[in-house]
């Protein structure tokens, strides 16, 4: 497929699922998280596959990873602390947001230097708090 034809389909399914209903939107993501959890050792085999055949994008994502830590010390200090506690059983993620919301939940700091001082919220609350930052 040419670049052009790529742009264009490109273009097409932007608006295409720009302009879906949230029920139907609700409906293919519920679609596309029921295939990947059936699918997940084939999924993760066909990533692995990849990054072998293309070991500059694998490259890549390792610079940027790694230029990120670099440029983001704090960030990436709170968000570690917060992934090591979560494993380790020091904070717990509760079942749901403030909204009552039981989708993925993320967690949010209002301060960096306080790294397990967290709130835990869903995608749509944690985007409009950093809206309203």
Known sequence: MSDEKKKLRADYMREYYRKQTPEQRAKRLAKVAQYRAKNREKLNAKQR?????????????????????????????????????LIHGTLIRPSSCRCGNRGRLEAHHEDYAKQLEVDFLCVPCHKEKHRKE
């Open 49 to 85: 596959e990849y990054i072998k055949e293309n070991p500059q994008s694998n490259e890549a994502r390792k610079r940027h990873n790694r230029k990120y830590r670099e440029n983001n010390k704090e960030k990436y200090a709170a968000h570690y602390a917060v992934a090591q506690a």
